[in-house]
Protein backbone atom coordinates (compact mmCIF):
# COMPACT_ATOMS: atom_id res chain seq x y z
CA UNK A 1 0.00 0.00 0.00
CA UNK A 2 0.98 3.57 -0.55
CA UNK A 3 2.08 6.23 2.15
CA UNK A 4 -0.24 9.39 2.78
CA UNK A 5 1.70 11.70 1.06
CA UNK A 6 1.29 15.90 1.68
CA UNK A 7 -0.53 14.46 4.95
CA UNK A 8 -1.54 17.85 6.22
CA UNK A 9 -4.02 18.73 2.94
CA UNK A 10 -4.56 15.65 1.15
CA UNK A 11 -8.34 15.19 2.09
CA UNK A 12 -8.70 12.58 -0.85
CA UNK A 13 -5.68 10.19 0.46
CA UNK A 14 -6.81 10.58 3.87
CA UNK A 15 -10.43 9.04 2.60
CA UNK A 16 -8.62 6.05 1.30
CA UNK A 17 -6.67 5.11 4.70
CA UNK A 18 -7.59 1.63 5.67
CA UNK A 19 -9.46 2.39 8.47
CA UNK A 20 -11.55 4.71 6.12
CA UNK A 21 -12.27 3.58 2.84
CA UNK A 22 -14.92 1.25 3.52
CA UNK A 23 -17.01 4.53 4.91
CA UNK A 24 -15.90 6.18 1.71
CA UNK A 25 -17.07 2.70 -0.63
CA UNK A 26 -20.96 3.05 1.75
CA UNK A 27 -20.99 6.90 1.18
CA UNK A 28 -20.57 6.71 -2.46
CA UNK A 29 -23.12 3.81 -3.05
CA UNK A 30 -25.27 5.43 -1.24
CA UNK A 31 -24.89 8.29 -3.39
CA UNK A 32 -25.32 6.74 -6.29
CA UNK A 33 -28.19 5.18 -5.01
CA UNK A 34 -29.66 8.50 -4.64
CA UNK A 35 -29.51 9.21 -8.07
CA UNK A 36 -31.37 6.45 -8.99
CA UNK A 37 -34.61 4.43 -8.26
CA UNK A 38 -33.62 3.68 -4.32
CA UNK A 39 -33.65 7.67 -3.40
CA UNK A 40 -35.32 6.46 0.01
CA UNK A 41 -32.43 4.41 1.04
CA UNK A 42 -30.65 5.74 4.39
CA UNK A 43 -27.48 7.57 4.92
CA UNK A 44 -24.77 4.93 6.05
CA UNK A 45 -25.41 4.60 10.17
CA UNK A 46 -22.28 6.23 10.65
CA UNK A 47 -20.66 9.21 12.05
CA UNK A 48 -17.83 11.72 10.69
CA UNK A 49 -13.97 10.74 11.10
CA UNK A 50 -13.49 13.54 12.38
CA UNK A 51 -14.72 16.46 13.82
CA UNK A 52 -13.82 19.69 14.87
CA UNK A 53 -14.54 20.72 18.69
CA UNK A 54 -15.24 24.02 20.28
CA UNK A 55 -15.31 23.39 23.46
CA UNK A 56 -15.91 27.21 24.91
CA UNK A 57 -17.16 30.76 23.16
CA UNK A 58 -14.59 31.74 25.86
CA UNK A 59 -11.95 33.73 24.37
CA UNK A 60 -9.58 36.33 26.57
CA UNK A 61 -7.69 37.72 23.00
CA UNK A 62 -9.29 40.29 20.70
CA UNK A 63 -8.04 39.30 17.63
CA UNK A 64 -9.81 41.84 14.72
CA UNK A 65 -9.16 39.14 11.86
CA UNK A 66 -11.28 36.53 13.91
CA UNK A 67 -13.16 34.94 11.93
CA UNK A 68 -16.06 33.59 14.77
CA UNK A 69 -15.85 37.14 16.24
CA UNK A 70 -20.11 36.85 16.04
CA UNK A 71 -19.65 33.87 18.28
CA UNK A 72 -17.12 34.04 20.97
CA UNK A 73 -17.82 35.27 24.14
CA UNK A 74 -21.07 34.44 24.43
CA UNK A 75 -20.80 32.34 27.72
CA UNK A 76 -21.64 29.63 26.28
CA UNK A 77 -19.51 26.26 26.75
CA UNK A 78 -20.29 22.48 26.29
CA UNK A 79 -21.07 20.46 29.41
CA UNK A 80 -18.22 17.57 30.20
CA UNK A 81 -20.58 15.18 30.64
CA UNK A 82 -22.21 15.74 27.31
CA UNK A 83 -18.63 15.98 25.32
CA UNK A 84 -18.13 12.99 26.70
CA UNK A 85 -21.73 11.16 25.75
CA UNK A 86 -20.87 12.45 22.29
CA UNK A 87 -17.67 11.39 22.05
CA UNK A 88 -18.70 8.04 23.01
CA UNK A 89 -21.29 7.62 20.34
CA UNK A 90 -18.92 9.02 17.77
CA UNK A 91 -16.32 6.89 18.38
CA UNK A 92 -18.50 3.81 17.90
CA UNK A 93 -19.93 4.98 14.95
CA UNK A 94 -16.10 5.28 13.62
CA UNK A 95 -14.65 8.43 15.29
CA UNK A 96 -10.81 8.72 14.38
CA UNK A 97 -9.69 12.23 15.63
CA UNK A 98 -10.60 15.39 17.57
CA UNK A 99 -9.32 19.04 16.78
CA UNK A 100 -9.62 21.34 19.96
CA UNK A 101 -10.43 24.65 18.58
CA UNK A 102 -12.73 27.20 17.07
CA UNK A 103 -15.18 29.80 18.28
CA UNK A 104 -13.35 30.53 21.67
CA UNK A 105 -9.55 29.60 23.18
CA UNK A 106 -9.86 25.58 24.46
CA UNK A 107 -7.65 25.55 27.18
CA UNK A 108 -10.11 28.58 29.30
CA UNK A 109 -12.56 25.64 29.57
CA UNK A 110 -12.85 24.61 33.06
CA UNK A 111 -12.62 21.06 32.39
CA UNK A 112 -9.76 20.95 29.98
CA UNK A 113 -7.59 18.84 30.98
CA UNK A 114 -10.46 15.92 31.29
CA UNK A 115 -11.58 16.64 28.02
CA UNK A 116 -8.10 15.70 26.58
CA UNK A 117 -7.90 12.85 29.33
CA UNK A 118 -10.96 11.19 28.17
CA UNK A 119 -10.60 11.92 24.15
CA UNK A 120 -6.99 10.31 24.40
CA UNK A 121 -8.35 7.67 26.48
CA UNK A 122 -10.43 6.24 23.74
CA UNK A 123 -7.62 6.25 21.68
CA UNK A 124 -8.68 9.06 19.04
CA UNK A 125 -6.30 10.90 17.50
CA UNK A 126 -5.84 14.71 19.19
CA UNK A 127 -5.10 18.31 17.58
CA UNK A 128 -5.07 21.21 20.07
CA UNK A 129 -5.43 24.68 18.47
CA UNK A 130 -4.55 27.56 21.17
CA UNK A 131 -3.23 30.89 21.19
CA UNK A 132 -1.22 30.01 23.86
CA UNK A 133 -2.16 32.11 26.77
CA UNK A 134 -2.97 28.82 28.67
CA UNK A 135 0.33 26.69 27.75
CA UNK A 136 0.73 25.56 30.88
CA UNK A 137 -2.56 23.72 30.68
CA UNK A 138 -1.22 22.07 27.51
CA UNK A 139 1.95 21.31 29.25
CA UNK A 140 0.34 19.59 32.53
CA UNK A 141 -1.52 16.92 29.65
CA UNK A 142 1.23 16.76 27.16
CA UNK A 143 2.08 13.54 28.25
CA UNK A 144 -0.78 11.82 26.79
CA UNK A 145 -0.05 12.87 23.34
CA UNK A 146 0.81 10.53 20.90
CA UNK A 147 2.95 10.72 17.66
CA UNK A 148 0.28 11.71 15.67
CA UNK A 149 -1.07 14.49 17.67
CA UNK A 150 -0.39 18.47 17.68
CA UNK A 151 -0.18 21.32 19.06
CA UNK A 152 -0.79 24.66 17.02
CA UNK A 153 -0.36 28.14 18.26
CA UNK A 154 -1.92 30.89 16.61
CA UNK A 155 0.62 33.71 16.49
CA UNK A 156 0.75 35.57 13.71
CA UNK A 157 3.36 37.41 13.94
CA UNK A 158 6.95 37.88 14.82
CA UNK A 159 7.50 41.15 16.88
CA UNK A 160 5.94 41.75 20.15
CA UNK A 161 4.12 44.92 18.94
CA UNK A 162 2.51 43.25 15.38
CA UNK A 163 1.85 40.30 18.04
CA UNK A 164 -0.59 43.31 20.30
CA UNK A 165 -2.02 44.55 17.11
CA UNK A 166 -3.20 41.20 15.69
CA UNK A 167 -4.34 39.30 18.80
CA UNK A 168 -4.91 42.46 21.14
CA UNK A 169 -4.59 39.97 24.48
CA UNK A 170 -7.12 40.87 27.69
CA UNK A 171 -3.76 39.75 29.84
CA UNK A 172 0.08 40.51 29.87
CA UNK A 173 1.06 37.54 27.81
CA UNK A 174 3.88 37.96 25.62
CA UNK A 175 4.79 36.53 22.05
CA UNK A 176 8.66 35.67 24.02
CA UNK A 177 6.44 34.15 27.10
CA UNK A 178 4.26 31.81 24.96
CA UNK A 179 7.38 31.12 22.70
CA UNK A 180 9.12 30.06 25.65
CA UNK A 181 6.19 28.00 27.12
CA UNK A 182 5.89 26.02 23.72
CA UNK A 183 9.10 24.99 23.96
CA UNK A 184 8.47 23.48 27.75
CA UNK A 185 5.39 21.78 25.74
CA UNK A 186 7.39 20.06 23.25
CA UNK A 187 10.21 19.26 25.95
CA UNK A 188 8.01 17.68 27.91
CA UNK A 189 6.73 15.45 25.27
CA UNK A 190 9.50 15.35 22.64
CA UNK A 191 6.90 13.06 19.80
CA UNK A 192 4.31 15.83 19.88
CA UNK A 193 3.89 17.69 16.91
CA UNK A 194 4.54 21.95 17.34
CA UNK A 195 2.92 24.08 15.08
CA UNK A 196 3.74 27.59 14.62
CA UNK A 197 0.74 29.40 12.98
CA UNK A 198 0.63 32.37 10.89
CA UNK A 199 -2.23 33.92 9.35
CA UNK A 200 -0.75 36.29 6.22
CA UNK A 201 -2.80 39.90 6.64
CA UNK A 202 -1.50 42.17 3.64
CA UNK A 203 -1.46 46.45 3.44
CA UNK A 204 -5.33 47.72 2.98
CA UNK A 205 -7.35 44.51 4.25
CA UNK A 206 -9.91 46.13 6.46
CA UNK A 207 -12.41 44.31 9.07
CA UNK A 208 -15.16 46.14 10.54
CA UNK A 209 -14.00 49.52 9.40
CA UNK A 210 -10.64 48.78 11.05
CA UNK A 211 -7.21 48.36 9.59
CA UNK A 212 -5.72 45.43 10.67
CA UNK A 213 -1.53 45.35 11.20
CA UNK A 214 -0.31 44.09 8.17
CA UNK A 215 2.66 40.99 8.57
CA UNK A 216 3.62 39.87 5.52
CA UNK A 217 7.63 41.19 6.28
CA UNK A 218 7.71 39.43 9.10
CA UNK A 219 7.36 36.05 7.57
CA UNK A 220 11.12 35.05 7.60
CA UNK A 221 11.65 36.01 11.20
CA UNK A 222 8.77 34.04 12.33
CA UNK A 223 10.35 30.98 10.53
CA UNK A 224 13.57 31.93 12.70
CA UNK A 225 11.79 32.21 15.97
CA UNK A 226 10.32 28.78 15.01
CA UNK A 227 13.28 27.39 14.78
CA UNK A 228 14.96 28.28 17.99
CA UNK A 229 11.80 27.07 20.18
CA UNK A 230 12.22 23.69 18.66
CA UNK A 231 8.68 23.86 16.65
CA UNK A 232 8.15 21.28 14.13
CA UNK A 233 6.44 23.33 11.45
CA UNK A 234 5.34 26.61 10.91
CA UNK A 235 2.13 27.15 8.55
CA UNK A 236 1.57 30.26 6.43
CA UNK A 237 -2.21 30.49 5.15
CA UNK A 238 -3.96 34.16 3.65
CA UNK A 239 -6.00 36.11 5.92
CA UNK A 240 -10.06 34.92 5.81
CA UNK A 241 -13.04 37.60 6.27
CA UNK A 242 -16.57 37.19 7.26
CA UNK A 243 -18.84 38.22 4.97
CA UNK A 244 -21.27 40.22 6.79
CA UNK A 245 -24.05 39.93 5.10
CA UNK A 246 -23.65 36.25 4.95
CA UNK A 247 -21.81 35.33 7.68
CA UNK A 248 -19.41 33.05 5.47
CA UNK A 249 -15.50 32.97 4.80
CA UNK A 250 -14.18 34.74 2.24
CA UNK A 251 -10.66 35.07 0.33
CA UNK A 252 -9.87 38.05 -1.81
CA UNK A 253 -13.13 39.27 -1.77
CA UNK A 254 -13.94 42.56 -3.62
CA UNK A 255 -10.14 43.05 -4.32
CA UNK A 256 -9.49 44.20 -7.68
CA UNK A 257 -6.59 42.42 -9.76
CA UNK A 258 -3.87 44.55 -9.93
CA UNK A 259 -3.82 45.01 -6.18
CA UNK A 260 -4.32 41.51 -5.84
CA UNK A 261 -1.20 40.76 -7.99
CA UNK A 262 0.76 43.09 -6.10
CA UNK A 263 -0.45 41.17 -2.39
CA UNK A 264 0.68 37.85 -4.08
CA UNK A 265 4.06 38.86 -5.16
CA UNK A 266 4.58 40.20 -1.54
CA UNK A 267 3.67 37.20 -0.07
CA UNK A 268 5.68 34.96 -2.75
CA UNK A 269 8.78 37.12 -1.95
CA UNK A 270 8.84 37.15 1.55
CA UNK A 271 7.68 33.07 1.43
CA UNK A 272 10.81 32.55 -0.60
CA UNK A 273 12.89 33.70 2.48
CA UNK A 274 11.14 32.37 5.12
CA UNK A 275 12.10 28.97 3.25
CA UNK A 276 15.08 29.99 3.01
CA UNK A 277 15.66 30.70 6.73
CA UNK A 278 14.04 26.94 7.31
CA UNK A 279 16.67 25.40 5.61
CA UNK A 280 15.45 21.86 5.48
CA UNK A 281 15.52 22.29 9.23
CA UNK A 282 11.63 23.13 9.96
CA UNK A 283 8.72 22.19 7.57
CA UNK A 284 7.17 25.06 5.63
CA UNK A 285 3.63 24.51 5.13
CA UNK A 286 1.32 26.49 3.07
CA UNK A 287 -2.24 26.22 2.94
CA UNK A 288 -4.35 24.55 0.51
CA UNK A 289 -5.97 28.58 -0.55
CA UNK A 290 -2.45 30.31 -0.65
CA UNK A 291 -1.08 28.20 -2.79
CA UNK A 292 -4.10 28.47 -5.03
CA UNK A 293 -3.51 32.37 -4.38
CA UNK A 294 0.20 31.87 -5.55
CA UNK A 295 -1.07 30.26 -8.66
CA UNK A 296 -3.76 32.65 -9.17
CA UNK A 297 -6.42 29.81 -8.73
CA UNK A 298 -8.55 31.54 -5.78
CA UNK A 299 -11.78 31.40 -8.33
CA UNK A 300 -11.28 27.19 -8.74
CA UNK A 301 -11.68 27.23 -5.04
CA UNK A 302 -14.43 29.19 -4.99
CA UNK A 303 -16.23 26.73 -7.68
CA UNK A 304 -17.72 23.96 -6.09
CA UNK A 305 -19.75 20.82 -7.12
CA UNK A 306 -23.50 21.09 -6.42
CA UNK A 307 -22.85 18.84 -3.13
CA UNK A 308 -20.71 18.87 -0.57
CA UNK A 309 -19.28 15.62 0.07
CA UNK A 310 -16.85 16.21 3.25
CA UNK A 311 -19.83 16.95 5.32
CA UNK A 312 -20.46 13.51 5.75
CA UNK A 313 -17.21 12.98 6.88
CA UNK A 314 -16.48 16.00 9.07
CA UNK A 315 -18.75 18.38 11.27
CA UNK A 316 -18.09 20.83 13.75
CA UNK A 317 -19.21 20.47 17.47
CA UNK A 318 -19.67 23.95 19.26
CA UNK A 319 -21.71 25.54 22.22
CA UNK A 320 -24.29 26.88 19.60
CA UNK A 321 -25.05 23.72 17.63
CA UNK A 322 -23.31 21.47 15.21
CA UNK A 323 -22.60 22.33 11.83
CA UNK A 324 -21.57 20.74 8.39
CA UNK A 325 -18.35 22.65 7.58
CA UNK A 326 -15.71 24.61 9.64
CA UNK A 327 -16.43 28.04 7.04
CA UNK A 328 -20.37 27.55 8.13
CA UNK A 329 -19.34 27.83 11.73
CA UNK A 330 -21.96 29.70 13.66
CA UNK A 331 -24.00 29.82 9.87
CA UNK A 332 -28.31 28.63 10.65
CA UNK A 333 -28.48 26.78 7.25
CA UNK A 334 -25.32 24.99 8.02
CA UNK A 335 -26.51 24.00 10.98
CA UNK A 336 -27.97 19.89 11.84
CA UNK A 337 -28.84 20.02 15.16
CA UNK A 338 -28.10 21.60 18.70
CA UNK A 339 -25.36 20.99 20.77
CA UNK A 340 -26.47 17.67 22.25
CA UNK A 341 -27.11 16.25 18.81
CA UNK A 342 -24.52 13.47 19.29
CA UNK A 343 -25.19 12.98 23.09
CA UNK A 344 -26.99 9.03 22.74
CA UNK A 345 -28.42 6.82 19.87
CA UNK A 346 -31.51 8.52 19.27
CA UNK A 347 -29.98 11.74 19.24
CA UNK A 348 -27.43 10.74 17.00
CA UNK A 349 -29.92 8.97 14.10
CA UNK A 350 -31.92 12.62 14.78
CA UNK A 351 -28.82 14.40 13.31
CA UNK A 352 -27.65 11.66 10.48
CA UNK A 353 -31.08 12.29 9.03
CA UNK A 354 -30.57 15.84 9.35
CA UNK A 355 -27.33 15.51 8.06
CA UNK A 356 -28.86 13.45 4.93
CA UNK A 357 -30.59 15.62 4.38
CA UNK A 358 -28.28 18.90 4.43
CA UNK A 359 -25.98 16.56 1.53
CA UNK A 360 -29.19 16.34 -0.60
CA UNK A 361 -29.91 20.26 -0.26
CA UNK A 362 -27.42 22.21 0.66
CA UNK A 363 -26.36 23.93 -2.84
CA UNK A 364 -22.86 24.23 -2.51
CA UNK A 365 -22.31 25.46 -6.39
CA UNK A 366 -24.24 28.45 -5.00
CA UNK A 367 -23.68 28.24 -0.97
CA UNK A 368 -19.79 28.11 -1.18
CA UNK A 369 -19.30 30.67 -4.45
CA UNK A 370 -17.07 32.80 -2.08
CA UNK A 371 -15.34 30.48 -0.11
CA UNK A 372 -11.87 29.45 -1.39
CA UNK A 373 -12.83 25.59 0.38
CA UNK A 374 -10.18 23.78 1.83
CA UNK A 375 -12.22 20.23 0.59
CA UNK A 376 -12.38 22.08 -3.26
CA UNK A 377 -10.59 19.15 -4.40
CA UNK A 378 -11.53 16.38 -2.42
CA UNK A 379 -15.70 16.98 -3.34
CA UNK A 380 -14.59 16.88 -6.86
CA UNK A 381 -12.80 13.80 -7.00
CA UNK A 382 -15.89 12.34 -4.90
CA UNK A 383 -18.42 13.95 -7.43
CA UNK A 384 -16.89 12.57 -10.37
CA UNK A 385 -16.37 9.21 -8.61
CA UNK A 386 -19.97 8.73 -8.04
CA UNK A 387 -21.24 9.58 -11.71
CA UNK A 388 -18.28 7.61 -13.23
CA UNK A 389 -19.11 3.69 -14.12
CA UNK A 390 -15.63 2.82 -11.49
CA UNK A 391 -16.21 -0.20 -9.44
CA UNK A 392 -15.69 1.15 -5.69
CA UNK A 393 -13.73 -1.81 -5.39
CA UNK A 394 -10.96 -0.33 -7.41
CA UNK A 395 -10.19 2.86 -5.01
CA UNK A 396 -7.09 1.91 -4.14
CA UNK A 397 -6.34 1.59 -0.39
CA UNK A 398 -3.29 3.02 1.25
CA UNK A 399 -1.66 2.74 4.72
CA UNK A 400 -3.05 4.32 7.79
CA UNK A 401 -1.59 7.40 8.99
CA UNK A 402 -3.31 11.09 9.62
CA UNK A 403 -6.86 11.44 10.13
CA UNK A 404 -7.50 15.13 10.56
CA UNK A 405 -9.62 16.52 8.36
Not at 159 to 186: G, N
Not at 246 to 256: F, R, V
Not at 329 to 358: C, M, P, W
Request: aromatic share 8%; charged share 25%.
Amino acid sequence: MKKLKHKEHDFGSKLRQSSVIERLKQYITWRRNMETADADRALPNLGPISINLDLTSACNFACPHCVDSTIINTGESLKLEEIKLSIDILKARGLLSVILLGGGEPTLHKDFGEIVNYIKSLGLQLGIVTNGSKLGRVERVAHLLEKQDWVRLSLDAASQETFSKLHRPKTDVTLLEILRRAREVKLRNPNILLGYSFVIVWEGLILNENPLCPNIHEMPEAVRLARKYGFDYISFKPCLIRLQESQKESLLDSIDRKREQRIIEDIRINLHKAKRVAENNIKVLESVNLRAMMDNRVHELKRQPEICHMQFFNTVVTPSGIFHCPAFRGVENAKISESDGYVGKERFDETLQNLAHSISTFNATKECKAVGCFYHHVNWWVEKFIHSDTSVDEIEKIENDNFFL
